[in-house]
């Protein structure tokens, strides 16, 4: 990674934003798959930000690990939700905070916190900045406070122990998830987490964040792979017990779980770590109707086999991610083990599959090897779109196209009403628009839908967005499903958690955060 800078304001590498001519070949692919846009190459932004001043100086006891830099401020001013991109590319770092501080231990940590505290200034935490739901928003956090300072935990990173009898690994929260499995791979094990964002977001934006990794089934939520973890607050530090279970009492560690940088800064966990998956079994599946999918998704969910991965695609969504055009929709189906051959088990599957209209239209392929190898058909085609769909959406910005992603959980008894409220909403609030929907998880009660909505993007971007956001959000809460499965709550999603969490539990939750951070300067504004 030497050498390489992230985008100020796009998703992802710099240097892997699409040139003119990948942009063209861009307009003439959303032309043909929304004819409803009208795309054109639009100018890029400058890589010089222009910030304003800074209203406060460095206090001398962060100056040695805190900067003013105007790029570094910049960089630090939101996340990568779709208006921080609209913002971003209009250049607009107005709201960028006062100060970047990147504290090298807890110890530091805690001398951030309490000098906000003594000043009244609202603090951030920051690890990968990925947040698409306004979790990092400075401006935001600042409110009517003199100072907003970010709190980069880049300094507090890598694996720092490793109990193998146990299979425990202790943590630092900056850690990026590229760095996290290098250095779990010589010792032959993984965490097994790998979210989209997972090349630049961090344990502890994951731990902050609740948040969900790839595989379908199984262990996949971070929560289910947090062994202990330390919070740094404004008034001490809670560092939960080390317990495989434990029954006494509510668990401290899912309090702070999915906190959002509300009650205080995450700074290390003890993680659940398991082998390296040896063997692999595979095969992807096609339906004539995306109920015949969600009908086999089901009766996977519910059997006990636990895939690795069970990702329906409707056909929007098969086509959009180039997968398949026939109209068909799409199960892509795998099992890992690092213990045993999984020819049994995808046996299995597949006639559970074939039993509600299921066509094996890739493998089935089984493998012995460490090594995971390369992934062929529908399987490694969706791969390749699923970690090149953040970099498509700014891409897609740059040439006018308005594109978004939102998820939910529901039962399945729910999911037929959830599906045809929310994608009648969609298609209401963006005339035109292809709205296209996968299963990122699927259950033994009920699934987790993915919505993807691409259209043409009109001279009020923010505006548009807001009427889309609100119009899935009301439908998606109108019909029983949660406001969001793993993209955590920020300030986008407020609204309608407060309508979703009981009225008391919100009150419980406010009253430990004025136990915990009584000025009120932990990321104001999230969560609370």
């Not at 861009?26 to 409803?36: D, E, G, H, I, Y």
């Not at 390749?384 to 992603?405: H, N, R």
Request: charged share 20%.
């Amino acid at each position: 990674m030497i050498g390489r800078t992230r985008s100020l304001w796009a998703w992802g590498w710099a240097d892997k934003f699409p040139d003119d001519a990948a942009r063209n070949g861009l307009v003439q692919l959303a032309r043909a798959l929304v004819p409803t846009t009208t795309p054109a190459l639009r100018a890029l932004p400058t890589d010089e930000p222009r910030v304003p001043d800074p209203r406060v100086a460095i206090p001398a006891a962060l100056a040695p690990f805190t900067t003013q830099r105007p790029r570094d401020r910049a960089a630090h001013a939101r996340g990568r939700a779709f208006p921080d991109l609209v913002a971003g590319f209009a250049g607009d770092y107005a709201g960028a905070p006062d100060l970047v501080a990147r504290p090298r231990d807890a110890a530091e940590v805690a001398r951030v916190l309490e000098i906000c505290e003594a000043h009244g200034w609202a603090v951030v935490p920051f690890g990968g900045g990925t947040s698409v739901v306004g979790g990092v928003d400075a401006e935001a956090a600042r409110g009517d406070r003199e100072a907003v300072v970010s709190l980069d935990l880049e300094a507090l990173s890598g694996v720092r122990e490793l109990d193998p009898t146990s299979r425990l690994a202790r943590i630092a929260a900056g850690t990026l998830g590229p760095r996290l499995e290098d250095e779990l791979a010589p010792h032959g094990v993984t965490l097994r987490h790998f979210p989209q964002s997972f090349e630049f977001s961090t344990l502890g934006g994951w731990l902050a964040t609740r948040a969900g990794g790839h595989y379908a089934t199984g262990p996949t939520h971070i929560d289910d792979h947090c062994h202990s973890l330390e919070l740094v607050t404004p008034r001490g530090t809670i560092a939960t017990h080390s317990h495989p279970a434990s029954g006494a009492g509510p668990e401290p560690v899912r309090l702070v779980l999915g906190s959002e940088g509300a009650l205080g800064v995450i700074t290390e966990a003890w993680l659940r770590v398991v082998p390296n998956p040896r063997w692999r079994a595979s095969a992807s599946i096609a339906f004539a109707t995306f109920d015949a999918g969600v009908a086999a998704a089901r009766a996977l969910a519910q059997s006990g086999l636990t895939p690795a991965n069970a990702r329906l695609l409707d056909p929007n969504e098969a086509k959009l991610h180039r997968v398949r055009f026939d109209g068909s929709a799409v199960l892509l189906l795998g099992f890992e083990s690092a213990d045993h051959p999984l020819g049994a088990w995808l046996s299995r599957a597949l006639e559970l599959v074939r039993d509600h209209g299921g066509t094996v239209v890739t493998g089935p392929t089984e493998k012995d090897d460490a090594a995971e190898g390369e992934r062929r058909g529908e399987a490694g085609a969706w791969r390749k779109a699923f970690f090149e769909a953040p970099y498509l959406q700014s891409a897609l910005l740059s040439i006018g196209v308005l594109s978004d992603t939102f998820e939910t959980a529901c039962t399945w008894t729910a999911f037929p009403a959830l599906h045809e409220r929310v994608t009648a909403a969609v298609a209401a609030a963006l005339p035109g628009a292809i709205v296209a929907c996968r299963f990122t998880h699927v259950y033994p009660d009920g699934p987790a839908p993915y919505y993807t909505y691409v259209g043409a993007l009109r001279d009020n971007a923010l505006a548009q967005w807001r009427t889309v956001k609100a119009a899935a959000s009301e439908a998606v809460h109108a019909a029983g499903g949660t406001i969001t499965h793993h993209h955590a709550v920020g300030r986008t999603h407020l609204p309608w958690v407060r309508r979703e969490l009981p009225a008391l539990f919100g009150a419980a939750l406010a009253a430990v955060k004025a136990t915990l951070d009584p000025a009120a300067i932990c990321n104001p504004g999230v969560l609370i």
